[in-house]
């Protein structure tokens, strides 16, 4: 017998549900972190038991069907920990003579891509690449001395823990402030994290007027005098609260950070216009929860390859899959960035791109009616405002090699405000809008 693999017994699983929920009864399909499925059925209503479906449900998911691949909630001791989980996720609502067919994930990484706020704060901005080496940093360094020279408070959070790099763009090493972001994220665990001194003002970028740049570096104070990957190796694990037994995960941690950050600066100045977070590319945790819980929009940067589109295509599609309150609202926080265009050939290279990442939004967040009917959320090739038509950053050879310790003045050089001249003042428009 062909064994059942861990896609196709998902997917069977997920036609088991469909069944079952034409009966009327409400399901939660629970997946375990080895990947094991358990149907549970919420039998607290009147409707009927479908006969036969332990073994049908076994059938269908093979290897991955659990010790108990059917439970009955009133057989649960704590059925409200599954039927109302925070994490649960709708797939479909209750209807006319059908249940509710929900999903649980347990995972160790990943979920958080499947969570969206519904109602992220209004300042802050995810730069996001799917792949690195995209220029990210420097786009993120480039925006926020843009928006300070307009006069606005701009805080800078570093959330590639993994590979920090604007900290170092923003502010000299003797500038930076005691603690940076990790020491929060370890510090809280224990309950310690209150005294830390978070945030400084970036001596790099000082614009005339009243602009400023402040930095939540991802570490802070003498790095030979800090321990960072024994920091770094403990900030992920889902930690229980000290009260009421609930766990606190690394997005409301991270956003705990956020905020002590945001009330540092305000108490040294004044309350930040905006928050730019610079986050850790790929599939990551970290890259999830900036997207998905804490902006309230996104500059998805891309190179114009197969293996980008492929990447995007595939966390869109996990998007889709959202009910549809929560898919309609994280589709209108994106816009893609053209990141490294040649400059010889900008306008056709940005004529192609455009024209894959339509193709990319149309078979995954675009609805399929016409871009006319207004109500639709689809868009045309050419629409400015729709989130695949890109914001440009263009590529000279001379940006090659840049070391901003012996050329601190590299960001004022013309060929690096040429790469960002469309990219600035359009990326800054979106920036003020998020403000209002």
């Not at 930076?176 to 209150?194: K, W, Y």
């Not at 830390?196 to 939540?216: H, I, Q, Y």
């Not at 190796?233 to 995960?249: H, V």
Request: hydrophobic share 45%.
């Amino acid at each position: 017998m062909t064994p059942i693999r861990f896609d196709d017994a998902w997917r069977n699983a997920g036609r088991v549900a469909e069944d079952v929920i034409r009966t009327g009864l409400d399901v939660v399909l629970v997946r375990d972190l080895a990947g094991r499925i358990t149907l549970v059925l919420d039998d607290t209503g009147e409707a009927a038991l479908p006969d036969g479906l332990e073994a049908g449900f076994r059938d269908a998911t093979g290897a991955f069907a659990s010790g108990q691949p059917v439970l009955l909630a009133s057989a649960l001791f704590a059925p409200e920990a599954v039927l109302d989980a925070p994490d649960l996720i709708a797939r479909t609502e209750r209807a006319a003579g059908r249940g509710r067919f929900a999903v649980l994930e347990r995972t160790v990484v990943g979920a958080d891509w499947a969570r969206p706020r519904a109602e992220p704060p209004l300042r802050r901005i995810t730069l996001y690449g799917f792949k690195g080496g995209v220029g990210r940093s420097t786009a993120t360094f480039m925006l926020a001395k843009d928006l300070a020279a307009r006069g606005l408070c701009v805080l800078v959070a570093d959330l590639d823990l993994e590979s920090p790099g604007v900290g170092e763009l923003l502010q000299r090493p003797d500038g930076r402030a005691p603690h940076g972001l990790v020491d929060h994220l370890v510090e809280a665990a224990v309950g310690n994290e209150d005294g830390l001194d978070l945030v400084s003002r970036s001596e790099v970028v000082r614009p005339p007027g009243n602009g400023e740049v402040w930095l939540l570096a991802a570490d802070g104070g003498d790095p030979a005098k800090r321990d960072y990957l024994a920091k770094l190796n403990r900030i992920y694990a889902e930690l229980p609260d000290g009260g009421n037994g609930a766990s606190r995960t690394l997005a409301d941690r991270i956003e705990a950070a956020l905020l002590a950050a945001e009330q540092q600066v305000a108490a040294r100045s004044r309350e930040p216009d905006v928050v730019l977070l610079d986050s850790r590319a790929g599939i990551h945790d970290i890259a999830a929860i900036a997207i998905t819980r804490l902006s309230s929009l996104s500059l998805l940067f891309a190179n114009d390859n197969p293996h980008t589109w492929a990447g995007y295509r595939m966390l869109f599609d996990q998007w889709r899959q959202l009910p549809a309150e929560l898919r309609d609202d994280v589709r209108q926080r994106l816009k893609m960035v053209a990141a490294m265009v040649p400059s010889a050939s900008a306008p056709e290279r940005l004529e192609r791109f455009r024209d894959h990442a339509q193709q990319c939004f149309a078979e995954t967040l675009y609805d399929d009616a016409s871009p006319a009917d207004g109500a639709a959320f689809n868009f045309g090739p050419d629409d400015e405002d729709a989130p695949h038509f890109p914001l440009p950053i263009l590529f000279s050879h001379d940006l090659v090699g840049i070391d901003h310790t012996d050329a601190p003045d590299w960001h004022d050089h013309p060929f690096i405000k040429a790469a960002y001249e469309r990219f600035l003042p359009e990326a800054g428009a979106l920036a003020v809008e998020e403000q209002e």
